[in-house]
């Protein structure tokens, strides 16, 4: 027993020696694969922000280094060069009524699905969650088909109505997902002060619900902005077609400016970036509130 | 709450236009192409049944087995390798270093920006002459191993995969979000126990987040077989059809008015994803009963 006790210390004292040498260890590893997939991150995203503002012959020579001079000059000509400003503008005004007519939509559905029983509810659950799995890619045919016969090719009218329907079950999920949270007290009591449906839903839910659309929104204007596919099938004409399709001919319009090239890109960037800025938190909250998990 | 008749009218007014919308760009669309895949079709002629003609021509040809190999190659490498280091990484975020939610930010980033302008970005990265990479290749003395990324057949799939496996912010901000609502009761009980840091993310907190890493491997698999915007723009499946995907086989006869031999393409690829979503269910709740 005795030798057991003087023991014991100092075993203690070595496993604690090697303890305090793995998390020093550890500790290290860890920064090093924090720091990794930050830079892997942003780094090419700052690398073609700082080239978008150097000349061409700068970024042959030192692709590393800061411009000498700061040259917007680029930012110039690839407005000039490429229909930049029309294309911005229909990426703006699809994205946005897209936007706004499919969370109105799921607003709709929404407070159905949230606050009342009918008869085929559980089919739209599951419909809507197979809607979202569904690869969207492998329907180009049927799309380019259905817009062609309702007269809506290379419009941008029917690119807003694509952009609404494919974000219907998403936008959907995520914000039943906040109206179930939404007291029904609330709304017995305007019952007995005789609000109509109607007014409950203008006056009362959707108001209570602003987080819920907003992050659905965000997802939304997301995905508009970001939409690629659909934009490239559905419009054929500079008039209608949006910004990502644009980055795709840049390549070819600007077959030796690079850097124009560049600045033409950072500004297709610059809307999801300060749409990502300014509402983080939603976007998380989104992600996680169960809506995207099918 | 009672359904009065004005909340009745109310409820149909309310789910008519999104249904309608929902039936006309989902339901209609899925029938559509899993019927006119017997047909052979040009979108201008009458179309004629031929059975399962294009399914047959389908296996017959390797650059469309070749896409299908590739896709899957992708969708395992999305769940396999990009939703562990995304796990990892989430494991140590969620001791809350340093700093956390500027990496939380940083990681999520290139989530928002658009495919096209990624791929456009990786393009100029792996371009033989201006390229990054062969930039910092020479910066480190290491100029033999210099070359035309994409244009070479070894390196251009793996490299087509390589950019965009360590984006892993999507799947990071998922799992994340999980482990913090996890009971700090439960690391109390185990630290009780005895368990060190590790032991608590081994023992606790990877069996409480099981179901967030599952969606996580369900939705980095299915993105997988989806790809498209990266192939098109930065190899077009060249070299020599090597890097062709389904979605992009699927464009190409379009493109040359296959319809109905594109839609048996688009048949294909929503049954190899439903495959892949009912079999990481499987085989993960098989899992739980063994357990």
Not at chain 1, 82 to 87: A, E, P, R, T, Y
Not at chain 1, 233 to 251: A, D, E, N, P, W
Not at chain 2, 5 to 21: E, Q, R, S
Not at chain 2, 215 to 241: D, S
Request: proline share 3%; hydrophobic share 50%; glycine share 6%.
């Amino acid at each position: 027993m005795a030798a057991i006790d003087i023991k014991l210390p100092n075993e203690k004292k070595t496993s604690v020696e090697t303890n305090k040498h793995l998390s020093v260890i550890l500790n290290v590893l860890k920064w090093i694969v924090l720091m990794f997939f930050a830079i892997y991150a942003i780094f090419p995203i700052l690398w073609l922000l700082i080239s978008s503002f150097k000349t061409n012959a700068e970024l042959m020579s030192e692709p590393f280094g800061l411009p000498a001079v700061w040259q917007f000059g680029n930012y110039l000509n690839a407005l000039k060069a490429s229909n930049l400003g029309i294309l911005f503008a229909n990426s703006v005004f699809i994205s946005i009524a897209a936007t706004c007519i499919n969370i109105m939509l799921a607003g709709m559905i929404s407070y159905c699905i949230a606050r009342f029983t009918f008869k085929g509810k559980e089919i739209i659950f599951v419909m809507f969650s197979a809607g979202i799995l569904v690869p969207l890619n492998a329907l180009m045919v049927p799309y380019f088909t259905i817009v062609n016969k309702l007269g809506l090719y290379d419009k941008h009218i029917g690119l807003i109505i694509v952009y609404t329907a494919i974000g219907i079950p998403v936008s959907t999920f995520i914000v039943r997902g906040f109206m179930n949270g939404i007291p029904r007290e609330v709304e017995e009591a305007a019952i007995i002060d005789g609000c109509g449906f109607f007014k409950r839903f203008f006056m009362i839910i959707l108001p209570l619900s602003k987080t819920g659309l907003v992050t659905a929104a965000t997802f939304q204007f997301l995905t508009c902005w970001n939409e690629f596919v659909y934009s490239m099938l559905l419009t054929s004409s500079t008039k209608v077609r949006t910004i990502q399709l644009g980055i795709r001919y840049f390549t070819n319009q600007f077959s030796t400016d690079f850097v124009s090239m560049y600045a033409a890109i950072i500004v297709s960037i610059i809307p999801s970036v300060i749409c990502y800025m300014l509402f983080q938190e939603q976007i998380i909250s989104g992600l996680t509130s169960g809506a995207v998990k099918g | 709450m009672k359904t009065t008749k004005g909340d009745k009218l109310g409820i149909t007014l309310f789910l008519i236009p999104p249904l309608a919308l929902f039936a006309l760009f989902f339901i209609y669309p899925v029938s559509y192409v899993f019927v006119t895949s017997f047909f052979k079709w040009d979108g201008i002629s009458d179309a004629a049944f031929v059975a399962f003609q294009n399914y047959l021509a389908l296996f017959k040809d390797p650059i469309f087995r070749r896409s299908v190999v590739n896709n899957v190659i992708w969708a395992l490498t999305a769940g396999l390798i990009q939703v562990p280091l995304a796990l990892l990484v989430a494991l140590i975020l969620s001791k809350k270093p340093r700093g956390w939610k500027v990496f939380r930010t940083v990681y999520f980033m290139p989530q928002v920006i658009s495919g096209i302008a990624l791929a456009t970005l990786w393009s100029t990265m792996y371009n033989s002459e201006y390229g990054l990479i062969n930039a910092l290749l020479g910066v480190v003395g290491l100029e033999h191993l210099q070359k035309n990324w994409l244009g070479t057949t070894q390196t251009a799939f793996p490299a087509l995969l390589i950019y965009w496996v360590f984006y892993i912010g999507y799947y990071m901000v998922i799992i994340l979000a999980e482990i913090t609502s996890i009971s700090e009761e439960y690391y109390e009980a185990a630290s009780i126990d005895g368990a060190n840091k590790i032991q608590q993310d081994l023992y606790v907190t990877l069996p409480l987040v099981r179901n967030s890493i599952i969606t996580c491997i369900t939705l980095a698999m299915v993105f997988g077989l989806r790809q498209f915007e990266q192939v098109y723009l930065l190899t077009n499946g060249g070299p020599a059809n090597k890097t062709s995907v389904m979605v992009l086989y699927l464009y190409k006869e379009m493109q040359n008015n296959n319809y109905g031999y594109a839609n048996a393409t688009g048949v294909m690829l929503i049954i190899v994803g439903t495959i892949v979503i009912v079999g990481v269910r499987k085989l993960f709740a098989s899992k739980q009963y063994e357990s």
